[in-house]
């Protein structure tokens, strides 16, 4: 197989994110998010939000990671960030569909993607924080704006989405975690937390 012929069946191996449903629902709650329109958001967050990255934070490489940071969801599925049991065995899951995914680009531009990859699970250069911060807030505003459904249906606890949400990433910048810790507060007197 030619380089082209790789790259075109890599982009339609990618498509299948499309069918990987998450939890959250998108903003007007009509149904649940994909992880390919979660990713795509993603980006337009770091775009968005580029002010409250950490100093000297390259936009354009967290949004390269935010792009390729779910694809191994095509053959691992996402696992919900509450849920225990399914976070136990993500790591040995997402390292081997990543591993199958990322085999069928071409060798240099696999091993490229499975790097920016890699670099967002690890979490630790500016780029991967910002990036990972970014993971944490969209969903929390997407339930927000939806009176905390998935919040509710799946009885969360105020406490846990604080954990969650500030256990990597601390949500690098102040005006982003006071903003985050504004809406959570609000979901909880609103009933939507537990």
């Given at each position: 197989?030619?380089?082209?012929?790789?790259?075109?069946?890599?982009?339609?191996?990618v498509?299948?994110?499309?069918?990987?449903?998450?939890?959250?629902?998108?903003?007007?709650g009509?149904?649940?998010?994909?992880?390919?329109?979660?990713?795509?958001?993603?980006?337009?967050?770091?775009?968005?939000?580029?002010?409250?990255a950490?100093?000297?934070?390259?936009?354009?490489?967290?949004?390269?990671?935010?792009?390729?940071h779910?694809?191994?969801?095509?053959?691992?599925?996402?696992?919900?960030?509450y849920?225990e049991?399914?976070?136990?065995?993500?790591?040995?899951?997402?390292?081997?569909?990543a591993?199958?995914?990322?085999?069928?680009?071409?060798?240099?531009?696999?091993?490229?993607?499975?790097?920016?990859?890699?670099?967002?699970?690890?979490?630790?250069?500016?780029?991967?924080?910002?990036?990972?911060?970014l993971?944490r807030?969209?969903?929390?505003?997407?339930?927000?704006?939806n009176?905390?459904?998935?919040?509710?249906?799946?009885?969360?606890?105020k406490?846990?989405?604080?954990?969650?949400?500030f256990r990597?990433?601390?949500?690098?910048?102040p005006?982003?975690?006071?903003?985050?810790?504004n809406?959570?507060?609000?979901?909880?007197q609103?009933?939507?937390?537990?």
């Open positions: 197989m030619d380089r082209l012929e790789k790259q075109i069946d890599f982009l339609l191996e498509d299948k994110l499309k069918n990987v449903l998450r939890r959250s629902s998108v903003t007007d009509s149904r649940r998010e994909n992880s390919a329109e979660h990713s795509w958001h993603l980006c337009m967050f770091a775009l968005t939000l580029a002010e409250y950490p100093e000297n934070t390259d936009i354009s490489h967290v949004i390269k990671m935010l792009l390729v779910d694809l191994v969801e095509v053959y691992a599925g996402d696992t919900y960030l849920d049991e399914g976070n136990k065995t993500k790591a040995a899951r997402e390292n081997e569909a591993d199958k995914l990322y085999a069928i680009l071409p060798d240099t531009q696999g091993d490229e993607m499975k790097k920016l990859w890699y670099e967002f699970e690890k979490c630790d250069t500016n780029e991967s924080l910002f990036a990972n911060a993971d807030l969209q969903p929390i505003l997407l339930n927000y704006t009176e905390g459904s998935i919040w509710r249906e799946n009885h969360i606890k406490q846990e989405v604080i954990d969650h949400a990597l990433t601390k949500l690098s910048h005006k982003l975690r006071e903003f985050a810790l809406i959570i507060e609000k979901a909880a609103n009933g939507w937390l537990e």
